[in-house]
Each structure stands twice: as C-alpha cells, then as structure tokens.
C-alpha cells in the first residue's frame, strides 16, 4: 500500500523537486525532525527508492528544499491581488487621520486573513516551519537559508508599514512579524492550541496594533 499522504500531490502533478519537498515538510510536520529521512520521503511520495537522494544528496540539502518550498507554499497564503490592495490603500495615505485609518484598516485586513488561513488551512506549513526553525540553531548553513526566505516576508512587512505611514517602518514590522508569529505559535502549538480566535477577531487586534504605531 502507498504510504504516500493524501496532502501530498500526486507524482505526476508537480515537478519531482517540489514533491519531494512538500513530502519533507508533510513529514516534518506528522513526525518531527527525526522522522524526515531519505527513504521516508520515497516512501511518503511513492517514488521508487533513491529518488530523494538523487534530488537532494544530503540530509543539508533536503533541509535546504524543504526551507524554500516552505517559503515558496507560504508565500502563496494569500494571492498578489491581495497584498496588493493594502499595498495601495497605504500607498494613498497622508498625515490625516480618516487616511492612516484606511490604511492600517487595509493593512489589518490583510494580516487577519493571512493569520486565519494559516490557523485554518495550513496548520501543516506552520508545524514544519518550527521544526525547521529549531534546526536552524544548530545548522549555521540551513540559517543562512532560512533567514534568506524570511526577509521575503519582513521587507514587504516593512513597505506596507511604509506606505501606511508608519515614521519606523523597520522596528514597526519587527513588531508587527513578531506579534503575527506569536498568534500562530500559541495556537498552533501553545496555551491557546484548542482555540483558534476568529477572523473577526484577529481583524480586531491587528487594526489595535496598528492604530498605535500609524498614530505614534
């Protein structure tokens, strides 16, 4: 029988690569650190042995593509037109306070929806990112490529503060990231794992932050 997840595509739909990183991060996320190996990945994908080494030699370099496919698969949480439209609402904003709470209105949208869809349907990205997370301390090579693939989400965090009006876009989207990974850390995997806040919600705290730093 093919152990092969029901997550995972079938062979035939992606590129070998990428199904052999979705595979990693589906057993990062099912097993933990010490359940991705080779020939689990050939097992998970039903690909005939040996075939994750011939893409990924290394256990460095199957770490290495699990990273980038996590950062490529979180970066399709919400679509272009999506973060576009608070990009454009903060680019607009002015001194004026109607205007800085469009903006952060905007930019509170966004982050809630991105928070929710992560709480709701990609529960499996974010288990695999702290496995790798953790690793990362102690692999100064898979470091390097982890921090590459965070500042694909910190510098745009720091333009659409930015373009809100925020007189510290940099320190603001330290915070704002720090807070983001914070909601999704202590519901995925903390004190409040049995209850996910509502979009609503989350809406709520994120427009509060905001009005803070786009009216400081």
């Given at each position: 029988m093919?152990?092969?997840?029901?997550?995972?595509?079938?062979?035939?739909?992606?590129?070998?690569?990428?199904?052999?990183?979705?595979?990693?991060?589906?057993?990062?996320?099912?097993?933990?650190m010490?359940?991705?190996?080779?020939?689990?990945?050939?097992?998970?994908?039903?690909?005939?042995?040996?075939?994750?080494?011939?893409?990924?030699?290394?256990?460095a370099?199957?770490?290495?593509?699990?990273?980038?496919?996590?950062?490529?698969?979180?970066a399709?949480?919400?679509?272009?037109?999506?973060?576009?439209?608070?990009?454009r609402?903060?680019?607009?904003?002015?001194?004026?306070?109607?205007?800085?709470?469009?903006?952060?209105?905007?930019?509170?949208?966004?982050?809630?929806?991105?928070?929710?869809?992560?709480?709701?349907?990609?529960?499996?990205?974010?288990?695999?990112?702290?496995?790798?997370?953790?690793?990362?301390?102690?692999?100064?090579?898979?470091?390097?490529?982890?921090?590459?693939?965070?500042?694909?989400?910190?510098?745009?965090?720091?333009?659409?503060l930015?373009?809100?009006?925020s007189?510290?876009?940099?320190?603001?989207a330290?915070?704002?990231?720090?807070?983001?990974?914070?909601?999704?850390?202590?519901?995925?995997?903390?004190?409040?794992?049995?209850?996910?806040?509502?979009?609503?919600?989350?809406?709520?705290?994120?427009?509060?932050?905001?009005?803070?730093?786009?009216?400081?």
């Amino acid at each position: 029988m093919n152990a092969r997840s029901d997550r995972t595509p079938a062979p035939a739909a992606v590129p070998r690569h990428e199904l052999i990183a979705d595979a990693a991060l589906t057993l990062l996320a099912e097993r933990g650190m010490r359940g991705l190996t080779h020939r689990a990945v050939d097992e998970q994908t039903g690909l005939p042995q040996g075939s994750t080494s011939n893409v990924a030699r290394t256990r460095a370099a199957l770490l290495e593509a699990a990273v980038r496919r996590l950062a490529e698969r979180e970066a399709a949480v919400l679509t272009a037109r999506e973060r576009s439209a608070a990009g454009r609402a903060g680019a607009g904003a002015g001194a004026a306070d109607a205007e800085t709470e469009d903006a952060g209105a905007a930019v509170a949208e966004a982050l809630s929806l991105a928070l929710h869809r992560y709480l709701s349907r990609h529960r499996e990205l974010l288990l695999a990112r702290y496995e790798l997370a953790l690793e990362a301390t102690r692999r100064p090579e898979l470091r390097a490529v982890y921090d590459r693939a965070g500042r694909a989400f910190r510098e745009p965090m720091a333009a659409m503060l930015a373009a809100a009006g925020s007189a510290d876009p940099e320190r603001h989207a330290m915070s704002m990231v720090a807070w983001c990974d914070g909601i999704l850390f202590s519901c995925i995997a903390g004190q409040f794992h049995a209850a996910a806040p509502t979009r609503a919600a989350l809406r709520t705290s994120c427009a509060e932050l905001l009005d803070g730093m786009l009216r400081g």
